[in-house]
């Protein structure tokens, strides 16, 4: 059988963000951020013109998903332990066990991952830039994707989707 795919690696795909994790005893990092690089990997069946999809057409889309993310405090919304809420006066309040932190809410994005780490992450990424991807070219069939994003150099967290070869789910 074989396989083909795209790789995309471009200094530009990245973003800088606030963020603190929450570890399994409870604890939790102090407040501080990421210069993030997003990487992609897709794979695919070849179109009638020998290309999984054309880079020009998959490189704006992941960039528009960066810049979203770029220059924000990321809120992780689905742990069980964090609480936020947007006040009338435009600020969100986030509490976590002991700590209290304030600020403006539009420098504030609650994702829906029940932590920030960065394999959390790269699934984000990486199902909002495939839904993207199967909306905007619906004749893509996407067999396999990689997202990795790279909080500090050497340290990446990896989110891999696979489906059947030659299929293309709705």
């Known amino acids: 059988m074989e396989r083909w795919s795209i790789s995309v690696d471009k200094e530009y795909l990245k973003f800088s963000c606030a963020h603190f994790l929450i570890f ?21 069946i070849l179109d009638p013109h020998g290309l999984v999809l054309d880079f020009l057409q998959v490189k704006p889309i992941l960039k528009s998903i960066c810049d979203e993310l770029d220059e924000h405090w990321l809120i992780p919304g689905q742990h069980p332990e964090l609480h936020w809420n947007e006040l009338d006066n435009g600020t969100l309040e986030v509490r976590y066990r002991d700590s209290y932190y304030a600020a403006p809410a539009g420098d504030c ?48 967290g990896s989110w891999h989707h696979c489906d059947a070869p030659g299929k293309n789910p709705a």
Not at 26 to 36: I, K, P, T
Not at 137 to 144: A, C, G, I, K, Q
């Open 109 to 156: 994005i609650v994702l829906p991952l029940n932590n920030t780490s960065a394999e959390n992450l790269s699934a984000w990424i990486g199902r909002r830039l495939l839904e993207q991807l199967r909306s905007a070219f619906p004749e893509l069939v996407v067999d396999s994707m990689c997202l990795a994003v790279e909080e500090t150099p050497g340290q990446r």
């Open 24 to 44: 399994p005893d409870g604890s939790q990092e102090r407040l501080h951020g990421h210069n993030y690089r997003v990487y992609l990997e897709l794979g695919g």
